[in-house]
Nanobody
Framework: QVQLVESGGGLVQAGGSLRLSCTAS????????MGWYRQAPGKQRELVAT???????NYAESVKGRFAISRDNAKNTVTLQMNSLKPEDTAVYYC?????????WGQGTQVTVSS
């Protein structure tokens, strides 16, 4: 029902920045909680940041102060601005949408930070 498409991943040096974008379709976007999750090699998928339909945000402690999540309901998009990137941020980043106990995932975009 809900389709999510991510873009913006790539290879950057430590200290650099990237901006990830996710576009949603097939849903009333503004009523969904949106989020970004990541999964590093050999590790479980973890929460990076979320933003509710009201615009409230939540961040993992490891990215607080460096990453910023935002949404544009008119364009059905959610973005993740990533600054001061560290090698530990290397992972596949997934866009997430949640509404009424249903969760949807994008296919993921690779972020690699070199030391």
């Amino acid at each position: 029902q809900v389709q999510l498409v991510e873009s913006g991943g790539g290879l950057v040096q430590a200290g650099g920045s990237l901006r990830l974008s996710c576009t949603a379709s097939g849903t009333i976007f503004r009523i969904h909680t949106m989020g970004w999750y990541r999964q590093a090699p050999g590790k479980q998928r973890e929460l990076v940041a979320t933003i509710t339909s009201e615009g409230n945000t939540n961040y993992a402690e490891s990215v607080k102060g460096r990453f910023a999540i935002s949404r544009d309901n008119a364009k059905n998009t959610v973005t993740l601005q990533m600054n001061s990137l560290k090698p530990e941020d290397t992972a596949v980043y997934y866009c997430n949408s949640q509404r009424n106990s249903r969760t949807y995932w994008g296919q993921g975009t690779q972020v690699t930070v070199s030391s």
